[in-house]
């Protein structure tokens, strides 16, 4: 979360989209406190898990398909992924940007 969030204790938190209440605001549980709150999306940042960790894409063509990561291309701000699920099962996306895809809570 933003730093815009820091006097309520979020700063650098982070936290599961629980609803997504319409196109820029959603509802997110924190994984520590377990506090449900009210976020616009300029709040959030996406967090990308480690090589061969699964991803959701949130943006672009293949917005709703769960990935694997295949790399990550810190230089670039951006990640190879292979589509797992989806209807481009198997696919490879070589430079997806960290904003079109966030790591899936366990």
Excluded: W
Excluded at 17 to 28: G, S
Excluded at 56 to 65: E, F, P
Excluded at 75 to 84: G, L, M, P, S, Y
């Amino acid at each position: 979360m933003s730093k815009a969030l820091a006097e309520k204790g979020y700063y650098k938190q982070k936290g599961v989209v629980r609803k997504v209440i319409d196109k820029y605001v959603e509802k997110i549980e924190m994984l520590e406190s377990k506090h449900v709150l009210r976020v616009d999306q300029e709040e959030l940042e996406t967090v990308i898990p480690q090589v061969v960790g699964r991803v959701k894409i949130v943006n672009g063509a293949y917005r709703g398909s769960t990935a694997k990561v295949l790399e990550v291309d810190t230089d670039h701000f951006c990640a190879k992924v292979q589509i797992e699920r989806g209807a481009y099962d198997g696919r490879v996306l070589k430079a997806v940007e960290y904003e079109d895809i966030c790591k899936i809570a366990q």
